[in-house]
């Protein structure tokens, strides 16, 4: 067994600690033609931001659209020529700026590019500054590679640009980390940046998805973690200094519970199964001391019953060294895309997918009190749940789901959460739904 299960799995026929309390719950973002949607958000002082495959959105807290735009236009020329996906969005709660990452690329002529747009202000309906780099380049050397996967993380110094890279006709090169100084782009200047390139674990395997923080406080390092890949027992956490000449980076290897594949998600009524990505570090935050992420992991509840199920850990930053950690699933189905945030209190909120055979394609959530014993999660609850089938296969016969899901603190309110997630609204249709929740 992975670690230490959930009370949702672990205690069955009892009742579980209540999951963090829904407040606000709306409809977000509907199909835009693009699968899979890849759910982002960001929230800030009095509204929230949300963005898809390849759209963007502003609302206020209480729901009402303020405005949207595809990612095409929200960019402008500097998207001409180029397909943009992979949205990743985060409020700057050290500068009160919001900021909206996506790539862009072109098969011929061969380009590929961080688009990143910075607010001017805290108000998102204000001025916002858009920015093209070349993902191409590593530091000053050009490349024949293209940016996927994109993460976004910030501390009190810096963006933090994390991306997949591929040689264009070819397989995966390497993980790139992108620096990008805030004194440049914030006061409404040139973006410079410094990149970390060819990134190998501490055991020396090749590093792959590296999914840089969201910083509270200042603890004066950027913290980054990712999982080994395809499957493993440890996590990497990687420490950003940023002072002197130029970034300095450094690894650590933190013990887990061993993590696998997990197996595609049957979905109520038959149809394909749902496809739950794999291992990868799917979101990252620092806040207090530690460390806390979560992804997707095979789990066996016995009886033939192996299942997606989540991992999550909470890991101490500075030693580093794992503090707790837990599965989170049931026999009865499967849980994928997790995304986990902390509070200002120590507590916890986790969004994630769930189907099975008696159900179809919803978003959920879950948490835990900062006092709960350790290891465990509370009982999961609805935020919508799905109401049809969803077969919508790619070129590679995957019926793609996620790949992500989008959590975010509050910064008005430090108990307060906000989560977004797709669910199946109909027939081979997403949609999207966004709540606030707390404790």
Not at 312 to 335: D, I, K, M, T
């Amino acid at each position: 067994a992975a670690g230490p299960v959930s009370p949702e799995a672990m205690l069955p026929g009892t009742a579980p600690a209540a999951a963090p309390v829904l407040g606000a719950s709306f409809a977000g973002i509907t199909a835009t033609g693009w699968f899979p949607p890849d759910c982002t958000m960001a929230a800030g002082p009095s509204h929230v931001l949300l963005s898809v495959n390849s759209s963007m959105a502003i609302y206020t807290k209480a729901g009402s659209l303020v405005s949207q735009r595809t990612l095409t236009q929200w960019f402008g020329a500097l998207a001409g020529g180029l397909t943009v996906f992979d949205p990743k969005a985060l409020y700057d709660q050290h500068a009160g700026r919001w900021v909206l990452l996506a790539v862009g690329v072109s098969e011929n002529p061969k380009a590929s590019v961080h688009l990143l747009s910075i607010s001017a202000t805290s108000n998102p309906s204000g001025t916002w500054r858009n920015y093209k780099l070349d993902a191409m380049r590593n530091g000053t050397t050009a490349t024949n590679q293209w940016a996927d996967f994109p993460a976004l993380g910030v501390d009190a110094q810096a963006l933090y640009i994390t991306s997949n890279m591929f040689a264009f006709g070819g397989g995966f090169q390497t993980a790139k980390v992108r620096v990008v100084p805030k004194t440049g782009p914030y006061a409404g200047g040139t973006a410079t940046f410094f990149d970390f390139v060819n990134l190998r674990n501490a055991d020396n395997s090749v590093a792959f998805t590296v999914q840089p923080c969201h910083t509270f406080g200042a603890p004066q390092v950027e913290y980054l973690v990712n999982t080994a890949f395809p499957s493993g027992k440890v996590l990497t956490v990687w420490r950003v200094v940023n002072g002197g000449a130029s970034p300095t980076m450094t690894r650590t290897q933190v013990a887990v519970s061993p993590y696998s594949l997990a197996p595609n998600a049957q979905q109520k009524g038959g149809g394909t199964p749902l496809n739950t990505g794999d291992v990868r570090v799917l979101h990252a935050v620092f806040r207090g001391d530690s460390i806390w992420t979560a992804f997707t992991t095979a789990h066996s509840w016995g009886a033939g019953a192996n299942r997606a199920a989540v991992q999550w850990c909470q890991v101490r930053a500075a030693a580093p060294a794992l503090v707790q950690e837990g599965v989170f699933g049931a026999s009865s189905g499967h849980y994928f895309y997790p995304a986990a945030c902390p509070d200002n209190n120590g507590n916890m909120t986790m969004v994630f997918s769930r189907s099975g055979t008696g159900e179809f394609g919803s978003v959920l959530y879950t948490g835990r009190r900062a006092t709960d014993l350790l290891g465990t999660l509370q009982g999961s609850a609805m935020l919508k749940a799905g109401a049809a089938s969803y077969v919508v296969p790619d070129s590679g016969g995957r019926n793609r789901w996620g790949d992500y899901n989008g959590v975010a603190s509050d910064p008005a309110n430090s108990r307060l959460v906000w989560v977004y997630g797709e669910f199946a609204s109909a027939a081979n249709t997403w949609g999207t739904w966004v709540g606030s929740v707390g404790f």
